[in-house]
């Protein structure tokens, strides 16, 4: 690209006009000056359409991806976990301004071998981190991407499984997809890295098949999802908690964590309800805080499997399990595994940061007052009755009583009924006993 970033270079050394595509009307940042400056002069791929404007030829770019995001391995640092805090510590690590990607390498099988990881298949785990305009997004967002390094450690087409809301308009225009890496990253719309950070954990493979198996068992699961045989839900059928139940049905059952706060749910369940007035918004917080954590916050998953896989391949010498058919093949076809931090691109929008790692952690991020909170408000899509296949059972909504809380209320009415009837009999055998002296009298 161009100094100006108005016009670029093609490889065989002719030049062309550029744009960018136009902004959709939702979207509330774009790209600006600090973006053209962040491209400009450096060798890009891009994704877009040829335009003929006033009889010229101008290239519309979609997405737009810097040549030197290629991985080095040979160049690599080598820098394993030396504790299990330190996979946390490089997500949470402040943000600094780069114009590249920065990598380390945790366990490699062959230590002081060549690194030839040409055409190697690869399982990455990637975690996006929170936007700085939107408190509801400090859980980040989690997803699973499959493919092969290129030959010059390329990584723009891995195919990226990336789970949305579908009964929502996102106001970036994202949609639920299997989608290649420079989409998922670098739309100029609803690229990840336009808003917040991103962080991956990527494991090198000798054998294609751990990563075939995934891709083919998220792909039933996209199957059922456009279907609508079940919706996204924001906690217990997100993009980690989606994500994590493929590998747990393929065979990898990646150590949970438990859920944040059961008995404070209860509580937590009567305030939310009373102060919105609202069954289903205490019913909300009541799933948030019960819900696995591993299957909840995208922090999480990307911890517990990033640490959990270097246990597999024997990277912290600790005792295994007994490994399932899956997780003895990860054993045995994982060659290494690597970090990678992508920074956000430069652009109207704020920067973003680490995302969180507990509820209590999100509690503390954002204002006390929930009116406070910067939010971005998105329209509803429902499913059409008429997409719905008749032969496969609708899913049902959650009573917004759960049953704890439901077997709660129950017990307090008995209790209350019983204290009742109690104090009734109590009343009326006090007036049996004083009506005779009544009489005597």
């Known amino acids: ?223 059922h999802f456009y279907r609508h045989d079940f919706q996204y839900r924001h906690a217990s059928a997100n993009c980690a908690g989606i994500s994590v139940d493929v590998f747990d049905s393929l065979g990898w059952h990646i150590p949970e964590r438990g859920p944040s706060a059961p008995l404070k749910s209860l509580a937590a369940y009567a305030y939310i309800a009373a102060k919105d007035g609202s069954l289903q918004s205490g019913r909300k917080i009541y799933d948030y805080l019960n819900e696995e954590q591993t299957r909840l916050l995208p922090a999480v998953a990307f911890e517990a499997a990033g640490l959990d896989l270097l246990d597999i391949v024997g990277a912290t010498g600790k005792a295994g399990r007994t490994l399932t058919p899956y997780e003895q093949q990860l054993r045995s076809d994982v060659d290494a595994i690597f970090l990678v931090r992508i920074p956000q691109i430069s652009s109207s929008r704020a920067n973003g940061s680490a995302p969180v790692f507990s509820f209590d952690e999100f509690q503390s991020r954002v204002p006390a007052d929930q009116a406070d909170w910067k939010i971005v408000p998105v329209d509803a899509r429902p499913f059409p009755d008429t997409l719905r296949d008749p032969s496969s059972p609708a899913e049902d909504d959650p009573s917004p009583v759960p049953p704890p809380i439901a077997g709660i209320g129950v017990f307090t009415v008995l209790a209350a009924l019983v204290f009742w009837r109690r104090r009734k009999k109590t009343k009326a055998a006090k007036k049996q006993a004083t009506t005779p002296e009544e009489l005597v009298h």
């Not at 030396?82 to 301004?97: C, H, M, N």
């Open 1 to 223: 690209m161009l100094p100006g970033a108005q016009r670029v270079r093609a490889a065989g050394g002719n030049e062309h006009d550029i744009r960018l595509v136009p902004k959709i009307p939702t979207n509330l940042s774009y790209a600006n000056g600090a973006t053209a400056a962040y491209f400009a002069g450096r060798t890009v791929r891009m994704r877009g359409a040829i335009d003929n404007a006033g009889g010229k030829d101008v290239f519309v770019a979609r997405t737009i991806w810097p040549s030197d995001f290629a991985f080095d391995p040979a160049r690599m640092p080598s820098q394993p976990l030396q504790t299990s805090s330190d996979l946390a510590a490089f997500v949470r690590a402040p943000v600094k301004e780069a114009r590249g990607i920065d990598t380390r390498l945790l366990w490699e099988r062959h230590p002081g071998q060549v690194r030839d990881w040409k055409q190697k298949p690869v399982l990455g785990f990637v975690l996006n981190g929170a936007q700085g305009d939107d408190d509801e997004s400090l859980g980040g967002h989690f997803a699973i991407a499959t493919g092969r390094i290129g030959n010059k450690g390329e990584w723009a087409d891995w195919a990226v499984n990336n789970f949305y809301n579908l009964d929502s308009f996102s106001e970036k225009g994202i949609v639920a997809a299997t989608l290649p890496m420079d989409n998922y990253l670098m739309d100029l719309n609803s690229g990840q890295q336009y808003y917040r950070p991103s962080y991956m954990l990527v494991a090198v493979l000798n054998n294609a098949r751990t990563a075939a198996a995934y891709q083919g068992g998220v792909q039933r699961v996209f199957n």
